[in-house]
């Protein structure tokens, strides 16, 4: 099914997809003072959903405007998101003035052998994904291309750690991640090329970079990429940042 969007859509409660379903940002070029579609439970998305989100622009400014209202380009949920599998695309997302261009997630983001595509998003903070608590992958890929962010965290910003269990986490033309507390790496591949963040955003941690039983490559990285408040441990797979620079931080 496809919806074509001239207001936002609100979920009161869960949501549970186990269908097809393309939204498109109609009239005004996308341009809403908040996210396009909001889910104020949690949010489940099964093996065989397909779920498109594109061409939202939400304009809300989250210092001056509601608090909530910025937060989210083009997807924001209020608990958890659990993608059990399936396939999550936000494509042409941005939250200029606010958090998480293509997905914002007040609680846990876990991905379960899902494909997650976010293409073309920009915020302040989180440009393509901002999770408040983990983000966990433990399956599947997690692609993000040319995403850019211009305070912390281009590609994603998570408040309490990245977690990588099994799955590919690739992140092409991408903005940096930002974990405030840790970055775990347990398995799988994370790839960072020709990354930016216009402020904070390193290639190790500010306490402490942990390598363990992992690969760790850093190919011409001027200091950005990755920046881990406390501690980027790094247990297993293979962390490959290429090209990457922040201007300030890190």
Not at 182 to 203: C, L, P, Q, Y
Request: charged share 20%; glycine share 18%; proline share 2%.
């Amino acid at each position: 099914a496809e919806l074509l969007l001239w207001a936002p859509v609100r979920f009161q409660g869960n949501l549970v997809l186990a269908g097809q379903l393309n939204v498109k940002a109609a009239g005004d070029g996308g341009r809403f003072y908040t996210t396009c579609v909001a889910i104020e439970g949690n949010f489940t998305l099964h093996p065989e959903a397909h779920l498109s989100i594109q061409g939202c622009q939400n304009q809300a400014d989250i210092e001056a405007d509601e608090e909530r209202a910025g937060k989210g380009g083009c997807l924001r949920v209020g608990g958890d998101a659990e993608l059990l599998g399936g396939q999550l695309l936000l494509h042409d997302c941005a939250a200029s003035l606010g958090v998480g261009g293509g997905i914002y997630v007040d609680g846990r983001l876990q991905s379960g052998n899902a494909t997650i595509d976010a293409e073309r998003c920009g915020a302040e903070y989180g440009g393509a994904v901002y999770a408040v608590n983990d983000m966990i992958v433990s399956g599947g890929n997690v692609t993000i291309t040319k995403s850019e962010a211009s305070e912390n965290g281009g590609s994603g910003e998570v408040g309490i750690g990245l977690e990588l269990a099994v799955g590919k986490f690739v992140r092409p033309h991408a903005r940096a991640v930002y974990a405030v507390n840790d970055m775990i790496v347990s398995g799988g591949g994370v790839s960072i090329t020709e990354s930016k963040a216009s402020r904070d955003g390193g290639s190790g941690g500010e306490t402490g970079l942990g390598r363990n039983v992992g690969a760790v490559t850093l190919l011409p990285a001027e200091g950005c990429a990755v920046d881990a408040v406390m501690d980027m441990n790094i247990s297993g797979g293979n962390v490959s940042i290429t090209k990457s620079e922040a201007s300030r931080g890190g």
